[in-house]
């Protein structure tokens, strides 16, 4: 019996020593859902699940020439974007879309980690809004990400909408603004395709391990999309995958901070205590 050939699926992103965000988390959630998973790296990081440690930025030029070595050799059917860490990076990323390289290109507008520390060029927002945005298929920030992208602070489910709708005036064709951060027993994610604006709930799961949830969230986006979903489907099965790894994850002990999540369904399996 021949095995079929996989899809293959590109990360841009930084890559996390500790394993539970970035290039790494990706290929996971890629691997896990059935994508082959291919990878340009934009910075190197030392951190673990309390911090980063300290950051070493490829530069544009290598990141270019890794993202050309996939492209010319393998047939890839979606991308996605993480940490870019420079302006100059966004802006180089946003022309290889312009041109159309970039299929089915998944925007996570990394910019502050989850402990806090930024990882993204002050002032890059703007770059992001006018160099960047206009040529995603999806983009996915969080409240404070969508905050920072559209100067406003963002409080309740009317701000997210309003903030989808900013937005989506850059020409991301599909946003999704993840309330994640915000209180309540929901976690409540906004998507808008500039004529339905759609809510996504799922019961919030009680954990601290929710380091990389948005990488997960972004790659399983692009895994979907790389395996013929259309946008809201894809979606819709992202945050289904991303809420059955928080839960997986939920008591596990990786770390003194917040660990990461159970990309490969290691609880379903009995396989991870």
Same mark, same amino acid.
């Given at each position: ?8 699926? %590109?990360?841009?992103? $930084? ?5 539970? !965000?970035?290039?790494?988390? /990706?290929?996971? +959630? ?17 951190? /673990?699940?309390? $911090?980063? @440690? ?14 050309? !070595?996939?492209? *010319?050799? %393998? +047939?890839?059917?979606?991308?996605? &974007? ?18 159309? #390289? ?5 925007? *996570? ?8 520390? =930024? ?35 963002? =409080?309740? %489910? /009317? ?5 989808? @709708? ?27 395709? $500039? ?11 009680? &954990?601290?391990?929710?380091?990389? &949830? ?5 790659? +399983? ?14 979606? #819709? ?5 991303? &809420?059955?790894?928080?839960?997986? +994850? !939920?008591?596990?002990? %990786?770390? #003194?901070?917040?660990?990461?999540? *159970? ?11």
């Amino acid at each position: 019996m021949t095995t079929p050939t996989p899809l293959v699926a %590109l990360t841009i992103a $930084g890559s996390d020593s500790a394993a539970g !965000a970035g290039a790494q988390a /990706d290929l996971k +959630a890629f691997s896990a859902l059935g994508v082959f998973g291919t990878t340009a790296i934009t910075a190197v990081t030392a951190q /673990d699940t309390l $911090g980063v @440690r300290a950051v070493h930025v490829v530069p544009t030029p290598m990141v270019e020439a890794q993202v050309d !070595a996939v492209l *010319d050799d %393998l +047939a890839v059917r979606s991308v996605k &974007t993480g940490m870019l860490a420079t302006v100059e990076t966004v802006a180089a990323v946003g022309r290889m879309a312009e041109g159309g #390289r970039l299929a089915n290109l998944v925007v *996570d507008p990394v910019m502050v980690a989850s402990s806090g520390d =930024r990882l993204l060029d002050m002032g890059a927002e703007a770059a992001y809004r006018e160099l960047l945005l206009p040529f995603a298929y999806v983009v996915t920030p969080n409240v404070a990400e969508a905050a920072l992208l559209v100067g406003a602070q963002l =409080r309740n %489910l /009317d701000d997210l909408k309003g903030a989808a @709708r900013e937005l989506h005036r850059t020409g991301a064709r599909w946003v999704v603004v993840k309330g994640g951060h915000l209180a309540g027993d929901e976690a409540a994610d906004v998507v808008y395709d $500039g004529v339905s604006m759609t809510v996504l709930s799922a019961p919030r799961v009680a &954990t601290t391990n929710v380091h990389g &949830t948005g990488c997960t969230l972004s790659a +399983a986006i692009a895994a979907h999309l790389a395996r013929g979903l259309p946008p809201l489907a894809a979606i #819709r099965a992202a945050k289904d995958y991303v &809420t059955t790894a928080l839960s997986g +994850a !939920a008591a596990w002990r %990786l770390g #003194r901070g917040h660990g990461p999540l *159970d990309h490969m369904g290691w609880a379903d399996r009995g396989q991870a205590d």
